[in-house]
C-alpha cells in the first residue's frame, strides 16, 4: 500500500459509552434527524435511560408486593402459634390446678374423723396441755390448706350444706333454722366436702299446742 492510499477510518458510535456508560450525544454531521428521533429508544435500538428505570420500577414493586404477602402470612402464621401456645398453657395450669385440688381434698377428708375428735375434746374440756396444742395446729394446717368448718346453732338450714337429721315445729322462729348442730359440715375450694348434720325447726305451733 501506498503512502497516498487512504487508510480506513473506524468511527465509534456506540451510543452507549463502555467505559462510563453514559449515553452519548450524537453528533449532528452524524445524525441530522437527531431532534426528530423518539426520546425514548436510541439510534441502534438499546434501551433509553426512562425505560430502563421504568422496567427496574416496576420490577421493585413485583418485589415489594411479594415480600409484603409473604410478611402478612408470617405474620398471620406466629399469630396462631402465640394464641395456641397462651390456650395450652391455660389448659396446663388449669389441670395442674384440678389436680392438686384433688390432691388436697382427698387428704383433709382423711383427716375429718380426727378435726371431729379435736371438736368433741373441747366441748368436753378434754383439749388441755400437749393434746390442746397438737389440735390448734392441726386445724391451723388444714384451714391454711382451705378447709373451712362451718355449722352453728341459729343458721338459717340450706338443704344444700345441710343434713336434717331431726325436724321440729317452733312458734319463735319465722324461717327454717337450725336448733342443734350434731356434725360440723366443712367446705373446700367452695364446694361442700361433707354437710353439716342439724336438727332444724319450722315456724308453726308447737305440738303442745296443737
Known amino acids: 500500500m501506498s503512502e497516498f492510499e487512504e487508510r480506513p477510518v473506524f468511527r465509534d458510535k456506540r451510543r452507549i459509552d ?7 450525544e450524537p453528533a449532528p ?3 441530522p434527524n437527531a ?10 435500538g438499546a434501551p433509553s435511560p426512562s425505560a430502563v428505570a421504568g422496567v427496574a420500577e416496576e420490577t421493585t414493586e413485583e418485589v415489594a408486593a411479594e415480600v409484603g404477602d409473604e410478611l402478612a402470612e408470617l405474620t398471620a402464621d406466629l399469630q396462631r ?3 395456641e401456645y397462651a390456650n395450652y398453657r ?5 389441670d ?3 389436680v392438686r385440688e384433688s390432691a388436697v381434698a382427698g387428704v383433709v377428708l382423711e383427716l375429718l374423723p380426727v378435726l371431729d375428735d379435736i371438736g368433741r375434746a373441747r366441748e368436753h374440756g378434754e383439749l388441755e396441755g400437749g393434746f390442746r396444742s397438737v389440735g390448734e395446729a392441726l386445724e391451723g394446717a388444714v384451714a391454711r390448706l382451705g378447709l373451712e368448718r362451718y355449722g352453728a346453732v341459729g343458721d338459717p ?26 356434725q360440723p359440715g366443712y367446705l373446700y375450694g367452695g364446694r361442700v366436702v361433707r354437710p353439716a348434720r ?13
Request: charged share 30%; aromatic share 4%; proline share 11%.
Open 157 to 182: 338450714f340450706d338443704p344444700t350444706r345441710h343434713e336434717a337429721l331431726t325436724h321440729e315445729h317452733r312458734s319463735d322462729v319465722h324461717e327454717p333454722v337450725c336448733v342443734a348442730v350434731y
Open 35 to 44: 431532534e426528530q428521533a423518539p426520546p425514548s429508544a436510541s439510534g441502534d
Open 198 to 210: 342439724v336438727g332444724v325447726a319450722e315456724p308453726g305451733p308447737e305440738p303442745d299446742q296443737e
Open 81 to 83: 402459634l402465640s394464641a
Open 90 to 94: 391455660r389448659r396446663v395450669e388449669r
Open 96 to 98: 395442674r390446678a384440678v
Open 18 to 24: 463502555p467505559q462510563t456508560y453514559a449515553v452519548r
Open 29 to 31: 454531521s452524524e445524525s
